[in-house]
């Protein structure tokens, strides 16, 4: 199945826009593929106003966010894998969700481990189906 995070940012984001407050990214500028002004990262990380009156063209694609910018006073494209994204929440409020960190791809020339015993789903009945939590 493809990521749930770029669905949920979106659901988010109408969610918090349509109760009339300010929608806010929260990203780690030091992903591969962050394009954001560096002059305004702290601590590896910067918050971006995503509200309708202060983006141009907001794109929440599967796997990217876009839009254009001002960061004083010039108009800047910008540029952040949704895996780079930390959170996105309210201003006023701080309502919203932070995403755990994404694990990094698994690298293809791995050999893949056969599974053990304890990967196998414990089943309580013929064809029914159970639940796992998995950290």
Same mark, same amino acid.
């Given at each position: 199945m493809t990521p749930s995070r770029p669905y949920i940012m979106r659901a988010l984001y109408e969610w918090i826009v349509d109760n009339n407050c300010t929608p806010y990214l929260l990203v780690d500028a030091s992903i591969r593929g962050v394009e954001v002004p560096e002059q305004y990262v702290k601590d590896g990380q910067i918050v971006l106003n995503i509200s309708p009156s202060a983006v141009v063209e907001l794109n929440m694609a599967n796997d990217v966010v876009?839009?254009? %910018?001002?960061?004083? %006073? @010039? $108009?800047?494209?910008?540029? @952040?894998p @949704?895996? $780079?994204v930390i959170g996105i929440y309210a201003r006023e409020n701080g309502q919203g969700m932070v995403f755990e960190a994404e694990q990094p791809p698994e690298d293809p020339d791995d050999d893949p481990k056969p599974p053990s015993p304890a990967d196998k789903p414990q089943s309580r009945g013929e064809g029914r189906p159970s639940l796992k939590i998995v950290k």
């Open positions: 876009t839009f254009n %910018g001002r960061f004083g %006073g @010039v $108009a800047t494209d910008i540029m @952040v @949704v895996s $780079a």
